[in-house]
């Protein structure tokens, strides 16, 4: 789904640790001198087996041919993966669940009128791209989870399809009920697209890809350059995936062959709306047939057009999905630990795509399967970690993260009593190292970044991204976030991202409360422009993803270092002063937000009363004057205050006696691992948030409205956004109830650790 190409980091931002003065004898964390010593000699080991061809060739097997859920190759690269870990030593084994996955039956979308048009819903091969031309099996343009439907009606372009989008349009009086939008592919989760089309009362919903972002805008097209074409597509899934991820039938519980299953009638992940994603070089011909007021400056894109926001012009939209279960397989592969079997690690990356999925999410697969022929040699060799380790190939991922999340649902509880970590990548590429964490394990995260060489510079990934965050920081035009993150780049800090959603870990960190860490490189290599699209091919990703595929072995010896390092600690790796400094700040930030509203609230209401709108609005066009919006109380902070002060001096105590313990009792060493265990999980809550019960987390959660992007302490800033001033109060009382229960633990552990 969502991989570190551009973004890099897009979700929220909170800071990282200081910088690494002599990394390489630096001990580790939670291992003695000595340990760190081992440690690191066993991960050069583990490195030398690494290969960038291996790795290569088995994309270019993998990518041959399509894989999306239910296709023949998706199977295929099943039971390869579950041979090779069979064949390295592995206890694997295919866990099979059966979801619903709708496949298109019938779909079309015309221009009616004066100068009808059919729109073209499948991508042409591409001169010099031999995958490009194998078609057998593609899906033609779709978006998993819409509606089905056949509607005529005028249409209206409405930009990002954003709720300010909305409001401008009402302002504009224009009005989407019983329409069909058109909007623009970016500034949001696709889903929320034709969500909020629907809520608007839209009949149905166009997606396109605008080159201005994605196409020639950016760069030459493919296959000249690395970018959309202008038959380039953008499948995917609009799911409402920030109200639940997962198989729309079995909410909460695996979707095992036997598991009970709601009506789909009662399934409210499943959008109501037909909606349809169509190249800009199709797009092209519905916005020219549009007239209307002229789009304001912000929607314009980069058609050779004059774009105009409708309604006009007649289309005729028709989807028929064919709803029925289709088999998901998920490889999972055991390596048992030596002295707490019990405790695990879990690493993982999805393996379907949307039509070949060569750079999403073929790129991190192959790296995963390289760690893990690696580990498999070294366990041949007579080695084992102290924890189990668990490696996991996800079906699924793409229609809305079906694998992982069954499979999460399936085993909640032994996870949430054994799963110390969950390890996720996805797509990766040329570049910087981009992370995105829970904050207890940021420490672990910067350390071993500090320990990978860039197979460009020679310095290491850490470095490396600290150096492109600060240039991109102090360039001319940064954004306030890049100013941010460069600022605390220059410093030394590595910025790493908070979790919102978008790939595997979610189920993980969400909605079982399991510490994760979603990790990629990107921001060289150039695949954006291929993104769900049939041009995402092997042939695509070995001349612009990543020539060499140096950042595939890159990847594999990040994330190997974050697996035996977790898996072989004494005591689990985390900490926890991260995670008190920057929750304190966002309760800060909170505040801030609340002061800044009411400022702006009583600022418009002003206006109003002086009747400032109608007075500045043009005559000759129809604009009203914004809706008067309710004032903004005084929210009480103070048990959140009192919850980041505790937990600051808890979170300090812990740290400083992890970093000077010296060996433990097993039975009081075990003692402090389950404390860890544990302590992600602290932050949940079994409610769950407001109207979506699925996300437990009340720390960082995918926004409602963004989807994608994190919002942390979401209770109350979701609350406040939305002027749910009672809501936010009680979220203030939950999420400090959360902090305290840190507290609590940490305060055990450090008296354990301290003896
Ligand atoms: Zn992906």
């Known amino acids: 789904m969502r991989t570190f ?35 690191r000699a066993l991960e050069a080991k583990f ?14 097997q993998m990518a041959a041919e399509p894989n999306q859920v239910g296709s023949p ?21 295919i866990e099979v669940f059966s979801v619903l996955y709708p496949t298109p039956k019938a779909e079309s979308l015309e221009l009616l009128g004066d100068q009808p048009y059919k729109a073209q819903l499948t991508e042409p091969p591409v001169a010099g791209d031999a995958t490009s031309a194998r078609t057998d099996g593609a899906l033609p343009a779709y978006v998993a989870y819409g509606g089905d439907g056949d509607v005529t009606a005028p249409l209206v372009y409405v930009n990002y399809g954003m709720p300010d989008d909305y409001k401008a349009l ?46 020639y805008g950016p760069g030459d097209a493919y296959p000249k350059g690395a970018w959309r074409n202008e038959n380039g597509i953008q499948r995917g899934s609009v799911m ?70 409708g309604p006009a012009a007649q289309v005729h939209l028709v989807v028929q999905s064919d709803w029925s279960q289709k088999p998901l397989y998920d490889v999972i592969a055991v390596l048992k630990g030596s002295e707490r079997p019990d405790e695990w690690v879990v690493r993982g990356n999805h393996r379907d795509g949307w039509v070949y999925g060569a750079e999403d999410p073929l790129s991190g697969q192959s790296a995963l399967m390289e760690e893990a022929k690696s580990l498999g040699a070294m366990a041949k060799a007579g080695w084992r970690p102290r924890r189990t380790i668990v490696y996991a190939s996800w079906d699924g991922e793409e229609p809305g993260l079906l694998g992982s999340t069954e499979w999460a649902e399936a085993h ?24 995105e964490a829970s904050y207890s394990l940021r420490a672990l995260l910067d350390q071993a970044a500090g320990d990978v060489k860039d197979p460009e510079t020679g310095v290491s990934v850490r470095q490396r991204a600290l150096a492109n965050l600060a240039v991109k920081g102090a360039e001319p035009g940064a954004t306030e976030d890049d100013k941010k993150r460069g600022k605390a780049a220059a410093s030394g800090v590595l910025p790493i991202g908070d979790l919102g959603s978008g790939s595997d870990y979610s189920p993980f960190v969400q909605h079982l409360g399991l510490a994760s860490i979603n990790l990629g490189f990107g921001g060289e290599g150039s695949s954006a422009g291929v993104y769900h699209s049939a041009y995402d091919t092997f042939e695509h990703y070995d001349r612009f993803g990543d020539p060499g595929f140096h950042y595939g072995v890159a990847l594999a010896q990040t994330s190997g270092r974050l697996v035996l390092r977790t898996a072989n600690a004494e005591i689990a790796p985390l900490r926890f002063t991260n995670l008190a400094d920057t929750v304190g700040d966002q309760v800060e930030e909170l505040k801030k937000l609340t002061r800044t509203m009411r400022e702006r609230t009583e600022a418009i209401d002003k206006l109003l009363d002086q009747r400032a709108y109608s007075l500045a609005a043009d005559p000759l066009l129809s604009s009203a004057p914004p809706e008067r919006e309710a004032a903004v109380p005084e929210i009480d902070f103070k048990a959140l205050e009192d919850a980041v002060t505790r937990l600051k001096a808890s979170a300090k105590a812990y740290d400083e006696a992890a970093a000077s313990a010296g060996a433990l009792k097993p039975e009081r060493r075990n003692q402090v691992n389950a404390l860890l ?14 109207g979506r019960p699925w996300y437990r987390h009340l720390i960082y959660a995918p926004g409602l409205l963004t989807g994608y992007g994190s919002k942390t302490l979401p209770g109350v800033r979701e609350a406040l956004e939305s002027r749910r001033w009672p809501e936010a109060g009680e979220f203030v009382g939950r999420t400090a109830a959360v902090l305290q229960a840190v507290s609590d633990r940490l305060d055990k552990a450090t008296a354990l650790l301290k003896g």
């Not at 909170?14 to 001990?27: K, R």
């Not at 509880?413 to 970590?421: F, R, S």
Request: charged share 20%; glycine share 12%.
């Open 170 to 215: 009402a302002r504009m009086g224009v009005d989407v009920r019983g329409k069909i939008v058109i909007v623009r592919y970016g500034a949001g989760w696709r889903g929320l697209k034709p969500k909020l089309a629907q809520e608007h009362g839209a009949v149905g919903c166009i997606i396109y890809s605008d080159p201005a972002d994605d196409g």
């Open 73 to 93: 190759h998706d199977k295929a690269n099943a039971e390869f993966e579950l041979a090779q870990f069979k064949a390295w030593g592995w206890d694997a084994h």
């Open 47 to 60: 490195d030398s087996s690494l290969s960038a061809d291996a790795i290569r060739a088995r994309l270019q």
């Open 677 to 690: 265990q544990g302590a992600e999980q602290s932050l949940t809550d079994t409610r769950g948030l407001p």
């Open 412 to 435: 909640a509880a032994e996870l949430q009593a054994k799963a110390i970590v969950y390890i996720n990548s996805d797509g990766n590429g040329r570049g910087f190292l981009g992370t």
């Open 5 to 39: 190409r551009r973004a890099l980091l897009c979700g929220g931002l909170s800071l990282g640790l200081a910088s690494h003065a002599g990394a390489q004898t630096a001990p580790l964390l939670g291992f003695t001198p000595q340990g760190s010593a081992a440690e």
């Open 240 to 309: 409402d995936m920030p109200v639940r991820a997962g198989d729309p039938l079995t909410p909460d519980v695996g979707a095992t062959a036997n598991a009970p299953r709601i009506p789909i009638a009662d399934a409210n992940t499943i959008l109501k709306i037909p909606t349809l994603p169509i190249s800009y070089g199709q797009a092209q011909h519905f916005l020219a047939a549009l007239g209307g007021p002229v789009a304001p400056k912000g929607w314009r894109g980069a058609l050779p057009l004059t774009y105009h926001v």
